[in-house]
């Protein structure tokens, strides 16, 4: 098996987000369950979208599909830390792109746990792929480290 790469520190992500844990967040053995992880990368992603304006949240238009994802996971976190959810550019294609996301609890500067949400812009209506406008490619640009 291949050497594992080494957790991600916070001067590898462009752009945060903070976001509270939950009680219920905690598993039986008293950390983070792995749902959890992926749901604070979709919050985190969908936040820093909606912020750029790339995201529209009645779908009238285009709707943005997460089509894969994964997670690497490098130590604990639990309720009450407080997450700040790294992101930066991973991939950008014609009408795809990766995000990916550093999770870092409280002030440590060493990820936790790291991730991607790979994702394709469709049209509302026809559900296949539609090219990236400007201003959303500008916007995925300013995150690339």
């Known amino acids: 098996m291949p050497d594992r790469a080494p957790p991600g520190t916070r001067a590898d992500y462009a752009a945060f987000h903070t976001l509270p844990t939950r009680w219920a967040d905690n598993d039986a053995y008293g950390h983070l369950n792995n749902v959890v992880h992926y749901a604070l ?3 985190a992603v969908t936040l820093w979208q909606m912020e750029q304006g790339c995201f529209d949240l009645t779908g009238a238009t285009v709707r943005l599909l997460v089509v894969e994802s994964g997670c690497r996971y490098h130590a604990e976190a639990a ?43 469709v049209g509302s209506r026809s559900g296949r792929p539609e090219p990236l406008g400007e201003a959303v490619r500008a916007a995925l640009e300013r995150i690339a480290v």
């Open 79 to 121: 309720f009450p830390d407080q997450i700040r959810a790294g992101l930066r550019l991973g991939r950008l294609g014609r009408s795809s792109w990766t995000t990916e996301v550093g999770l870092f609890a409280n002030d440590d500067g060493t990820a936790f746990a790291e991730g991607f949400f790979a994702q394709v812009q």
């Open 41 to 43: 990368f979709d919050t």
